[in-house]
Structure formats: structure tokens, C-alpha cells
């Protein structure tokens, strides 16, 4: 192991899922790639077996990697059903999930307000790209959605690509190599305005529930400013813990 790959500080294995993790967001290891085995890379590393085997299932913990008994350790893609299952948690009130359909009202760039560029971590009036979109579960409208990113993180995706796919996680690591590897969620209960009246087909002041999103990249950074407002009589928020 050379010196610009030795961990210098903090427990062992964490030291060596830090080397893992810069591997991975400087694209040595692209998503959907094969990693070295383990004995390889605990020889590469200098460390044991078990120590490189509890910096991997950390870094699986933390939805960066995906082990598969018997055949290896894959860098974690964000395909339709991952992005469903970790970060969509509005079901019909029977449990069940479907995958929504998105219907785009408005997507343009424009100066960041100071709450988005506190949260983006931007500097006030920096340029974002706002998309509001109209999600619908069986064909019924559900969700309203409000998502803001950095434009120069994100570039032109004011207008390209021209259709925006539903999985717009999938879209920010194949296109723009920003890989969503988390996210934090506050929930708040809201009356409908004029906007949801119009766009989900619910009566004014009717209860919604509010998800305002901040998604995170592997090394932490807010990617993403997501605020959802979701239709209540036939759906709820699931969150198995």
C-alpha cells in the first residue's frame, strides 16, 4: 500500500472504508463495477481479511456498495427499484407500492432563494435548477413536487435531457456523476392551497402531509432539495425501521 493510499488516523477499518469510498467517488470503481476481491484488497491495504470485510459491510450499510454472497462486491447503481424501495415511501393505505409516473409543470433555472442556498450549502442568488412535477400512483395524481439542485453541479438540465425520467437519481449518476447515497426527511402536516386544489384534485385547506427531502452525496454534500405534498385520503408515508 502506497503513501498516498495509507490511513493515517481513526479506527482501522474505518480508515480503510475512507481509501474505499475516495476510490469510488474519484470513478476508479464507476457504479455497477466489480471491486477487488477481499483478500485482494486487504493485501493492498496492508490489513486482515476481517477488518477489510467490516469496511465493505459498512460502506453496503450506507447503500454505497452491494455484496452478493459468492460472487462479490458491486458499486451500488440507482436503478428504478432501488430508488423505489429506499427512497419512495408513499404507499395506498393497503401497503402496497407501485411505481409513480411523473408529469412535468416546470423546469427552468433561475436565482436560489436564501432558504435553498442555505440548504444546498450555495451562496445566496447562486443558480439552480427548479423542476415542479405532478407524480401519479395507478394514474391518480398523488404528489406535488418541488426539487431544487445547483446548477453547476447539475448543467443544463434546465433542458436536457429533453424528457426527464421518473428515477431522476439514476439521471444525476449516469449523466452528471452525482450519486445519491442518502437522504434526510422532516415530515409536516400542511393544508392545501390553490396549487394541490388544482393539481391533485383535492378541496382547499384539505390535510396533506409535507416531506421536505435533502438528499446527500457520497461524501455528504446536499445534492438535492426536494418538497413533496402528498394527497392523504388513499395514500400514507411507510417507513419500515
Known sequence: MNDSQTPSYRPLYQQIKEALLSRIVS?????????????????EYGVSVGTLRKALDDLASDHVVIRYQGKGTVVATHDNDRSLFQFFHLTRLDGTRSMPISRVLLRQSR??????????????????????RVREL????ALLEELVVSAARFPALEKEPETLP???????????????AKA?????????????????????????????????????????LRISRCETQHHCYFNEL
Do not use: C, M
Open 138 to 141: 395507478e394514474g391518480v395524481p
Open 184 to 224: 434526510e426527511e422532516r415530515l409536516f402536516a400542511v393544508a392545501a392551497g390553490p396549487p394541490e386544489q388544482k393539481q391533485l384534485g383535492v378541496a382547499l385547506g384539505s390535510p396533506l402531509l409535507e416531506i421536505r427531502r435533502v438528499a446527500r452525496n457520497l461524501q455528504g454534500e446536499p445534492l438535492e
Open 27 to 43: 470513478g476508479d470503481w464507476p457504479p455497477g463495477t466489480f471491486i477487488p476481491s477481499e483478500s485482494a484488497l486487504s493485501q
Open 166 to 180: 421518473n428515477t431522476l437519481y439514476q439521471l444525476y449518476q449516469q449523466r452528471f456523476g452525482q450519486s445519491v
Open 111 to 132: 436565482p436560489a432563494t436564501v432558504e435553498e442556498a442555505e440548504t444546498l450549502e450555495l451562496e445566496v442568488e447562486a443558480e439552480v435548477v427548479h423542476i415542479r
